[in-house]
Nanobody, 120 residues
Framework: QVQLVESGGDLVQPGGSLSLSCAAS???????AMWWYRQAPGKQRDMVA????????QYTDSVKGRFTISRDNVKNTVYLQMNSLKLEDTAVYYC??????????????WGQGTQVTVSS
């Protein structure tokens, strides 16, 4: 079994910064790509960033230059550093990992979500 626990969501003023983390635990054999998604009220869930085991990253256009995704393969944790936050960044942020639990096959696992609110 693989469990993802997210933390770091908060209320922030426009222009502020916030750092999110998502830690995977359990009987993990392997972890592949790791993603951050976000979902605002009344909107679909969109991919924000992805990081591959090689360290290669990709971002959606609206966050390029402001957000940075990183991973710690020892801690099995993915991070999202968010700078210069805007009102439109307000959403519930979810992490997702592609992982193989010991004795199981490859599956996608989702975190519980953490609320990020950007407001003046």
């Amino acid at each position: 079994q693989v469990q993802l626990v997210e933390s770091g969501g908060d209320l922030v003023q426009p222009g502020g910064s916030l750092s999110l983390s998502c830690a995977a635990s359990g009987s993990i054999n392997s972890i592949g790509a790791m993603w951050w998604y976000r979902q605002a009220p009344g909107k679909q869930r969109d991919m924000v960033a992805v990081i591959f085991p090689s360290g290669i990253t990709q971002y959606t256009d609206s966050v390029k230059g402001r957000f940075t995704i990183s991973r710690d393969n020892v801690k099995n944790t993915v991070y999202l550093q968010m700078n210069s936050l805007k009102l439109e960044d307000t959403a519930v942020y979810y992490c997702k990992v592609n992982a193989m639990a010991t004795g199981d096959t490859w599956r996608e696992y989702w975190g519980q979500g953490t609320q990020v609110t950007v407001s003046s």
